[in-house]
């Protein structure tokens, strides 16, 4: 598979993120945002979301850059296009838009129960910070300690 096209969108790709969202969330039985949600979150100050591909979409991340500080909100890839290289091309653009925005630092938080994003992140020399207990809430009522991991931006290359 060769390296999908990012792009830079905005609310009107609310229902495209969502359905990606949703694509990667739900096998996780953690509740997907919806496109409304994801369309309030892209009038917020400082928020940017970005796509992998467009025919099919791959993923999407979602970042917000506030006073020197980056947070990923949401990062999915389509189950189909997993272990190709899809997150960590999305990580990659995210790091750099957030850098090139001023960004200082870039947190996220992951569930604890993700072995498969903890080794995207860890690739990507993000380092524990914290933990939310409970934080994350499935369908079938067990939860999910949050991880908060964060990494430094100032020696980012690119």
């Known amino acids: 598979m060769s390296p999908p096209e990012i792009l ?3 609310g009107e790709a609310a229902l495209v993120l969502a359905v990606l969202h949703e694509a990667a969330f739900a096998p996780r ?20 979301a970005l796509l992998a591909g467009q025919d099919p979409p791959l993923g999407m991340v979602m970042v917000q850059v506030t006073a020197g500080e980056a947070e990923i909100l949401t990062l ?37 129960d993700n072995p498969p ?10 380092t524990p910070r914290g933990r939310r207990p409970r934080y994350y809430s499935r369908d079938d009522g067990s939860t999910a300690d949050a991880l908060i991991l964060g990494r430094c931006l100032r020696d980012l290359k690119g």
């Open 29 to 48: 039985r953690e509740r997907p945002w919806s496109a409304g949600e994801i369309r309030d979150l892209l009038l917020l100050p400082g928020v940017s």
């Open 117 to 126: 994003a903890l080794a995207l992140y860890n690739s990507r020399d993000f």
């Open 8 to 10: 830079a969108v905005g």
């Open 76 to 112: 999915a890839v389509d189950p189909e296009a997993r272990r190709c290289g899809v997150g960590g091309l999305m990580l990659d653009h995210a790091l750099r838009l957030a850098r090139h925005q001023g960004a200082l630092t870039m947190l996220l938080e992951v569930a604890e």
